[in-house]
C-alpha cells in the first residue's frame, strides 16, 4: 500500500506535466471503486469542465489536485487515495490505457491523468473545501511538516496502544503505514510492542527516525513490493535500502542478529529483538 514516500513522489512526477493543464473532458469505466461506492461522475464534470490545474499537492496520503481559474479561489479540488493498487498515470492520448483504468481526465495539450487500479481500493472524490472534508479533517500532523518531539510526547503521554499501532492511527501522525513504521522503530531503537506512553521520553529520536526513514523513501522514489509505480509508470527503488521490512531472518545491519517478523491484527511487522528495546 503507498504510503508518504510513494504519495510524494507520484505528486512529484505528476507535477511538471499536469500544474497548469487544462481539463476538457471525464471519462469513467462504470465500475465502482472503494467500498463498491461509484464516483461522483457528474460532479467531477461540473466542477473540472473549462478549468485547469492550480496545484498538485499532498496531504497525507492524499493526492490534491486543486482546479479552477483562479490559484487564489480554487472550484474545486480532486482528492485521491491510491488504496492499496492505485496508480495516477500521465500519458499521451495515443498510449494506449492499460487494463484497470477506471477514470481518465483528457488535458488540453493532448495527454491523459489515469487512475489505474487492479483491486480498486483506492477512491477518487471532488469536494469543494479540502479542510471541512471529513477525511482530511481529522488528519494528525504530517511527519516531515508538522511533527514536533513536544507535541509527539504529549499525545504519548496519553495513549495505552503499542507504539506500533499508534504510529499508524492516521489521527496521531498522518501518512505512515506498516513498512516506515517498522523502519522507523528500527531506526530509534524502540520495540513495537512498546506502550506507546514508556517511549514518551524517547519522541526526539523517534521523530528524527520517522523523518530519516520517510527521507530516504523519497529519495529513493518509493518502495516497490508489487504495485507501486511513479506518475510516470517508473518503480521505486527502495526496497532494496529497508533495514527491517521484509528481511525476516537476514541479519540486522547494526547487531546482526536475525530480523524477526510478527503478526498482529493481520499485519505483519519486521524487527530486531535484540536491539530494538521495550
Ligand atoms: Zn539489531
Not at 481539463?23 to 465502482?32: I, K
Not at 521523530?207 to 520517510?214: G, Q
Request: hydrophobic letters at 40%; aromatic letters at 6%.
Amino acid at each position: 500500500m503507498p504510503e508518504l514516500p510513494e504519495v510524494e513522489t507520484v505528486v512529484r512526477t505528476l507535477r511538471p506535466g499536469l500544474q497548469n493543464a487544462r481539463l476538457e473532458g471525464v471519462w469513467w469505466s462504470g465500475l465502482p471503486l472503494r467500498m463498491l461506492r461509484a464516483p461522483d461522475v457528474p460532479a467531477m464534470k461540473r466542477v473540472c469542465r473549462g478549468t485547469r490545474v492550480l496545484a498538485v499537492r499532498r496531504q497525507a496520503k492524499y493526492i490534491l489536485i486543486d482546479v479552477g481559474a483562479d490559484p487564489e479561489h480554487p472550484r474545486g479540488t480532486l482528492l485521491v487515495h491510491l488504496g492499496m493498487s492505485g496508480q495516477l498515470r500521465l500519458a499521451a492520448e495515443q498510449v494506449p490505457r492499460a487494463p484497470h483504468t477506471h477514470l481518465v481526465w483528457r488535458l488540453g495539450d493532448g495527454h491523459e491523468l489515469r487512475f489505474v487500479d487492479p483491486r480498486r481500493f483506492g477512491w477518487v472524490a471532488v469536494v469543494r473545501a479540502p479542510a471541512t472534508f471529513a477525511e482530511l479533517a481529522t488528519l494528525g500532523p504530517d511527519p516531515l511538516t508538522e511533527l514536533h518531539p513536544a507535541d509527539l510526547a504529549a499525545a504519548l503521554a496519553t495513549s495505552r496502544a503499542p507504539i506500533k499501532a499508534f504510529l499508524l492511527d492516521q489521527r496521531r501522525v498522518a501518512g505512515l503505514g506498516n513498512i516506515y513504521v517498522s523502519e522507523a522503530l528500527h531506526r530509534a531503537g524502540v520495540h513495537p510492542g512498546t506502550p506507546a506512553r514508556r517511549v514518551r521520553g524517547r519522541a526526539p529520536v523517534l521523530v528524527e527516525a520517522i523523518k530519516a526513514a520517510l527521507l530516504q523513501g523519497i529519495a529513493n522514489r518509493g518502495t516497490t513490493l508489487r504495485d507501486y509505480r511513479d506518475a510516470d509508470g517508473a518503480a521505486g527503488n527502495n526496497a532494496a535500502a529497508l533495514l527491517v521490512y521484509g528481511r525476516s531472518g537476514a541479519p540486522c545491519g547494526r547487531c546482526g542478529a536475525a530480523i524477526k517478523r510478527r503478526v498482529d491484527a493481520g499485519r505483519s511487522t519486521y524487527f530486531c529483538g535484540a536491539c530494538q528495546r521495550r
